[in-house]
């Protein structure tokens, strides 16, 4: 149960004053659901209105406040002239201007003869002096409150400044006042306020400095969220260790097998990934390692030779894709090979029903199905196994702590093998695995050709359908991805259909259309009309995985490639370059495009390696959005920056595991203030590791 403490912070936005339900999906999209959120939804930068001139003196192009004493109000003799109020003190006049403005309410805010304070930005036009939109109009007795350092938010459209100010306001008054979680001694050497000091310095910064560097208040923070995060995770595997695991160690009888229906050897990272894992199966306890590869680096191949270990150990073994395709896609790999062992393998997802469905169900209970395939629906509860001896997940590109726990929760003393195409830098792996074993399947199986990427104005349209043409008329195959458009499916989708109107007009038929919002088997359908070749031509949005391998595809062309993350990217481009023809992949732009997105597209021109590619965009772009975080489902820091907070990371690291060691129920005075860092960061299902197992 979350601490009663913290209550006041997790309910949601519109428990706040001035947050209606109408405006709680702009909060929502602003910095969360939660009243919480909005505590970590920190300033950009600082204006300072402590500087407060006469009006003859106020310099143009500053922020100033003022007290003057209205005159008179001009409203608009025009519809494209603004509503005027003229304000006087004793050394001159100056303008209020307001574009659209309603009499009215201003005649209420700014009643002639009144004497208020205005604060904005000073202009100079035509000679008079005058301040567009004022930010703050109010009466004299609250000039102290409007003549100080004030922060300023990101915002969205929708919500002004001054309302994002209030209410996050509102939510810093509900903080309440938490236990130290960190080490005092720590705390000291670094010079760190405590939270609640913390955060409210942040929200109420005294100088641009405090919001903007990365000072103590900036670092407290950061670190609070990142051991929060490290700890998460530290006693997710602490919890999996402490669970029995089981001995599994092969004869190597169906391993053989396979292994000579294999048309090719392995791979000096495939034999040493294989070997790794091995040991770990045959140790007595539970194995939970990260087996991180290219796409077409040959995973699939390793999971497969380590299922079979657990078959021949006479158990069970599973391996879960994050999709419907690429679960289809991975049984179309693994069944003919494991046929010619006498294996039995089932393909199970969610669209399975009825009988076919109860068929596998009662395989998977009475062990007559060796090997299964599925999504997600693997796990759910109305699957029983008889005995399951190993988990492959499959995670490309998502990550999720949660299923390896439900997992651990399957079958008796499950050894877990998470699979990731994503090449992740080093320190992201930490964030997102903590200090999981990983084994990295760093080298490609031979006879792979480097894949031609160029990178193109969109201006060059006509060029590039033109490429395309000629690569269809030799027999190849085509995708085209169309961009993530803002935060809107309906606009990618508006995108992708565009394009392919526009490409049934040169090439008819031979165009497929395939998106997100397509029900499976109509994906499906067009999808095996591509693999087949009745169409040469897929036309693609993101938000589906272009997850089938189809080697006769040769030509990867990316709409808008600036908008897109390099491992994204790089693992669309990763879809070509399979068979044995040579590949182009072209990364389509628009101009202009600012440095940092042209440097992002040189490293993916000058290489194919995914790790550098990683290392590289994390260099480039930093932390959060490295990766395209949103897609990738990788951790995302409200408060820490990796490209800032790499060595606090580290620390974080060190921290969580020595406290784990001292006191690994949390029972001490800091591991149950640590408790409650943990759910002030939602970590919830780690906590819940101390009860069970
Ligand atoms: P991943 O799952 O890492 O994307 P796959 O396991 O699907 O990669 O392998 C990609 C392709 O490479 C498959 O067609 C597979 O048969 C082939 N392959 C795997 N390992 C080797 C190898 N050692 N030598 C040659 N080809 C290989
Ligand atoms: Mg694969």
């Given at each position: 149960m979350r601490p009663q403490a913290l209550f006041p912070l997790f309910v949601p936005v519109t428990a706040l004053p001035g947050v209606g339900p109408r405006l709680a999906p702009l909060w929502e999209r602003l910095a969360g659901p939660m009243v919480v959120d909005l505590l970590w939804h920190r300033p950009s930068g600082v204006v300072d209105r402590r500087f407060s001139p006469k009006i003859a003196e106020a310099p143009a192009g500053r922020v100033a406040t003022l007290t003057v004493q209205v005159d008179a109000h001009m409203p608009s003799s025009g519809p494209k002239r603004p509503y005027r109020v003229r304000c006087v003190d004793e050394t001159g006049f100056l303008h209020l201007v307001f574009f659209h403005g309603r009499e009215d309410w201003l005649r209420r805010q700014l009643p002639e003869g009144e004497w208020r304070v205005v604060s904005g930005t000073v202009e100079h036009f035509n000679?008079?002096?005058?301040?567009?939109?004022?930010?703050?109009?109010?009466?004299?007795?609250?000039?102290?409150?409007v003549m100080a350092v004030e922060p300023v938010y990101p915002l969205t459209a929708g919500l002004t400044v001054r309302q994002v100010t209030k209410v996050v306001r509102a939510a810093l008054d509900r903080a309440p006042e938490l236990p130290e979680w960190q080490d005092p001694a720590w705390l000291a050497r670094e010079g760190w306020p405590g939270w609640r000091t913390a955060l409210h310095t942040l929200h109420h910064p005294e100088a641009e400095r405090e919001v903007l560097e990365d000072g103590p208040v900036r670092r407290r923070l950061a670190?609070?969220?990142?051991?929060?995060?490290?700890?998460?995770?530290?006693?997710?595997?602490?919890?999996?260790?402490?669970?029995?695991?089981?001995?599994?160690?092969?004869?190597?009888?169906?391993?053989?097998?396979?292994?000579?229906?294999?048309?090719?050897?392995?791979?000096?990272?495939?034999?040493?990934?294989?070997?790794?894992?091995?040991?770990?199966?045959?140790?007595?306890?539970?194995?939970?390692?990260?087996?991180?590869?290219?796409?077409?680096?040959?995973?699939?191949?390793?999971?497969?030779?380590?299922?079979?270990?657990?078959?021949?150990?006479?158990?069970?073994?599973?391996?879960?894709?994050?999709?419907?395709?690429?679960?289809?896609?991975?049984?179309?790999?693994?069944?003919?090979?494991?046929?010619?062992?006498?294996?039995?393998?089932?393909?199970?997802?969610?669209?399975?029903?009825?009988?076919?469905?109860?068929?596998?169900?009662?395989?998977?209970?009475?062990?007559?199905?060796?090997?299964?395939?599925?999504?997600?629906?693997?796990?759910?509860?109305?699957?029983?196994?008889?005995?399951?001896?190993?988990?492959?997940?499959?995670?490309?590109?998502?990550?999720?702590?949660?299923?390896?726990?439900?997992?651990?929760?399957?079958?008796?003393?499950?050894?877990?093998?998470?699979?990731?195409?994503?090449?992740?830098?080093?320190?992201?792996?930490?964030?997102a695995y903590g200090d999981m074993d990983a084994s990295r399947l760093d080298e490609k199986p031979p006879g792979r050709r480097p894949i031609d990427t160029r990178i193109v104005p969109l201006g060059r349209m006509e060029d590039v359908v033109g490429a395309v043409g000629r690569a269809v008329a030799a027999g190849n195959r085509v995708y085209w991805v169309c961009p993530l458009v803002e935060e809107s499916e309906t606009s990618d989708l508006a995108a992708a259909e565009e394009r392919h109107r526009h490409l049934s007009e040169v090439f008819g038929e031979r165009v497929g259309l395939v998106h997100g919002r397509m029900k499976g088997p109509a994906k499906d359908a067009v999808m095996a009309e591509f693999a087949a070749g009745t169409r040469d031509i897929l036309v693609a949005t993101t938000v589906i995985e272009v997850g089938v391998d189809v080697p006769e595809a040769t030509v990867m062309v990316i709409e808008h490639a600036e908008r897109f993350g390099l491992a994204q990217l790089h693992q669309l481009r990763g879809?070509?370059?399979?068979?044995?023809?040579?590949?182009?992949?072209?990364?389509?732009?628009?101009?202009?495009?600012?440095?940092?997105?042209?440097?992002?597209?040189?490293?993916?021109?000058?290489?194919?390696?995914?790790?550098?590619?990683?290392?590289?965009?994390?260099?480039?772009?930093?932390?959060?959005?490295?990766?395209?975080?949103?897609?990738?489902?990788?951790?995302?820091?409200?408060?820490?920056?990796?490209?800032?907070?790499?060595?606090l990371l580290a620390a974080a690291r060190d921290d969580a595991q020595l406290m784990l060691r001292r006191d690994p129920e949390l029972k001490s005075p800091r591991g149950e203030a640590l408790r409650v860092l943990l759910y002030l960061f939602e970590r919830d299902a780690a906590v819940r590791t101390l009860r069970s197992g």
């Open positions: 000679n008079e002096i005058q301040i567009t939109h004022p930010d703050h109009m109010v009466p004299v007795e609250e000039k102290d409150a670190y609070d969220e990142l051991l929060a995060n490290q700890l998460a995770l530290a006693m997710v595997r602490a919890h999996m260790r402490r669970l029995k695991g089981r001995v599994l160690r092969g004869d190597g009888a169906l391993r053989a097998k396979v292994m000579a229906a294999l048309p090719f050897s392995l791979t000096g990272a495939q034999s040493r990934a294989l070997a790794e894992i091995d040991a770990d199966m045959a140790e007595p306890m539970r194995m939970l390692r990260l087996l991180q590869g290219d796409v077409g680096s040959g995973k699939t191949v390793v999971a497969l030779l380590a299922m079979l270990s657990a078959v021949e150990c006479g158990a069970q073994a599973a391996l879960m894709a994050p999709t419907e395709i690429l679960a289809r896609q991975h049984m179309a790999t693994i069944q003919p090979l494991a046929g010619a062992a006498g294996l039995r393998v089932a393909l199970l997802t969610g669209r399975d029903k009825g009988k076919a469905r109860a068929a596998i169900l009662e395989g998977l209970e009475d062990g007559s199905v060796h090997l299964v395939v599925g999504t997600h629906a693997l796990f759910q509860e109305e699957v029983a196994f008889r005995d399951l001896g190993l988990a492959v997940i499959d995670e490309q590109h998502r990550f999720g702590v949660h299923q390896r726990l439900e997992l651990a929760a399957k079958g008796g003393a499950v050894d877990v093998l998470v699979m990731t195409a994503t090449p992740i830098p080093r320190t992201l792996l930490l964030t879809r070509v370059g399979r068979g044995d023809k040579p590949s182009s992949c072209l990364l389509l732009y628009d101009q202009p495009l600012t440095e940092t997105a042209k440097a992002r597209l040189e490293t993916m021109r000058a290489t194919e390696d995914g790790f550098r590619i990683a290392e590289e965009d994390l260099r480039l772009r930093g932390g959060g959005e490295v990766l395209g975080t949103r897609q990738s489902g990788l951790p995302e820091f409200r408060l820490a920056d990796l490209t800032l907070h790499g060595e």
